[in-house]
């Protein structure tokens, strides 16, 4: 293999094997869908070599600095620049790249007021190529599946997974297949599909229903999966945290909040912080908390009434249609990482996810409403005493605010709610919403809407 051209010399690329996480059993490979050949679990991506002697933190560190300014494609992606944390390639230049990560820590200071925080930061994933933060993932998983040879890979979704899963297929020159379900997705999500060329199923079912069906279609078809069953995809996601720490100097935060639907991403970050710490990238964990809606608590209940050890699955309503997921696939492995973490989970009404909605775009930043979770989760957790006023806190913003204006509109015309639904939270609601107005087109009439706003 040649070096690649800015590859730090004495930074190894990391080898890797799948390990299953109920049965700890070591495969070279996986098979197609991406489950455990003895006990049918889930795996995991490990790095063996890194119980010997991982790569120097302080050599990485420097080492993913100066990437920062070269030109080379993997360079500019803020997933591969930590190439020495993902499986290895043989060749970089192979990389299928829309130049994801890199995204913004915003300061909130509105919301830490809000919220009684002394600061507040949240991580803006929905700044990514496609609008979300699965671009982090899909970059890894569909370079591997190109590599591997496939013609056709697919996943079931919400819209997001599906958005970005045919860009990246589109860019690497691989057909996709998207399985969603019908009349649950948002139209902005739909369309990205569409645009990057996807063949796109609506089923007459829920997501849950999507992946159970495509995890056995792949078992039949040369469709290679992109769900984040995948382990590659958890790959890519990690770097969301480790480009948090750079970002942080290195200091992590006390908390990490992040929103929960097939708990891919909590595992994924989880994951980043325990090997960050392993490495000595980090001194000490943040803890890792997933916030969830009210009817899509899936983790909330497994961790209250099942104890974190067996499932218990939900009938998903929401209008955060994101994550209206019933039957997480990933767990197990989000019960690991809140456990080792210390973190905890949550829930939220579909009033606290709107009024948070608003509060995260009256910063000018904006998000979809699976991300807004987390600021109405931060509220009940700064309530219940978990998370302390001067104690540093990050929001994972999974999706950015164009992804849903359906929702969006409806909440600002006052739509979004039936009377008894927003009864208590009537009045704070009443406040928040700008719906647009029509109007004559004369002087007199934007004069007065002027002057009606300035006194409200
Ligand atoms: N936020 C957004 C905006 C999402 O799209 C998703 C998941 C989540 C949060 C939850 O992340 O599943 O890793 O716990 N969307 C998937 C999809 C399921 O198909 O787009 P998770």
Same mark, same amino acid.
């Given at each position: 293999m040649s070096p690649h051209p800015?590859? +730090? +010399?004495?930074v190894r690329q990391a080898e890797f094997h799948f390990r299953c996480i109920e049965c700890g059993n070591v495969f070279q490979t996986a098979s197609q869908n991406f489950r &455990?050949?003895? &006990?049918g679990d889930l795996l995991e991506i490990n790095y063996p070599a890194w119980k010997k002697s991982g790569p120097n933190p302080e050599t990485l560190k420097a080492t993913w600095l100066k990437r920062?300014?070269?030109?080379c494609a993997a360079d500019l992606s803020g997933v591969w620049r930590?190439? %020495?944390?993902l499986p290895s390639l043989e060749?970089? %230049? *192979?990389v299928i790249t829309l130049r994801e990560g890199n995204t913004p820590l915003y300061e909130l200071t509105q919301s830490a007021r809000i919220t009684g925080m002394k600061h507040l930061l949240a991580k803006h994933q929905g700044m990514n190529p496609t609008g979300s933060f699965k671009d982090t993932g899909m970059t890894v998983a569909a370079t591997f599946a190109r590599q591997a040879g496939f013609h056709w890979v697919g996943c079931a979704s919400t819209g997001n997974t599906s958005a970005s899963m045919a860009a990246y297929a589109a860019r690497g020159g691989v057909r996709s297949l998207v399985l969603v379900p019908e009349g649950k997705i948002s139209w902005s999500k739909l369309s990205q599909a569409l645009d990057y060329g996807a063949v796109t199923c609506q089923l007459r079912t829920d997501f849950d229903g999507c992946l159970r069906l495509l995890q056995e279609l792949v078992l039949r078809a040369p469709v290679y999966q992109l769900n984040s069953i995948n382990p590659f995809r958890l790959e890519g996601q990690k770097t969301l945290a480790i480009e948090m720490m750079e970002q942080l !100097?290195?200091? #992590? #935060?006390d908390h990490i909040i992040v929103p929960g639907g097939n708990l891919g991403n909590s595992s994924a970050i989880g994951k980043a912080l325990i090997e960050m710490r392993e490495l000595g990238l980090i001194s000490r964990l943040p803890k890792l908390s997933v916030i969830q809606a009210e009817g899509a608590n899936a983790l909330v209940r497994t961790l209250r009434e099942g104890g974190g050890k067996r499932l218990i699955p939900v009938q998903a309503e929401t209008r955060?249609? +994101?994550?209206?997921? !019933?039957?997480?696939?990933s767990w197990k492995k989000a019960v690991h990482v809140l456990q080792e973490t210390g973190g905890t989970c949550e829930e939220v009404s579909e009033v606290e996810i709107a009024q948070a909605k608003v509060e995260i775009g009256a910063e000018g930043i904006g998000c979809e409403p699976a991300s807004a979770v987390t600021l109405a989760g931060l509220k009940k957790l700064v309530k219940q005493g978990?998370? *302390?006023? %001067?104690e540093t806190v990050v929001l994972v913003?999974? !999706?950015?605010?164009?992804?849903? #204006?359906d929702f969006t509109i409806a909440f600002h015309r006052g739509e979004l709610f039936s009377e008894e639904e927003d009864g208590e939270a009537k009045r704070a609601l009443a406040k928040l919403r700008r719906p647009p107005m029509v109007l004559d087109a004369t002087l007199d009439a934007v004069v007065g809407a002027l002057e009606r706003a300035e006194g409200s």
């Open positions: 800015s590859s +730090a +010399a004495d &455990c050949a003895s &006990c920062r300014i070269s030109t930590f190439r %020495e944390v060749n970089y %230049e *192979q !100097g290195w200091k #992590p #935060p955060a249609t +994101a994550i209206r997921i !019933g039957n997480p696939a978990f998370v *302390q006023r %001067e913003l999974t !999706g950015n605010l164009l992804k849903d #204006p």
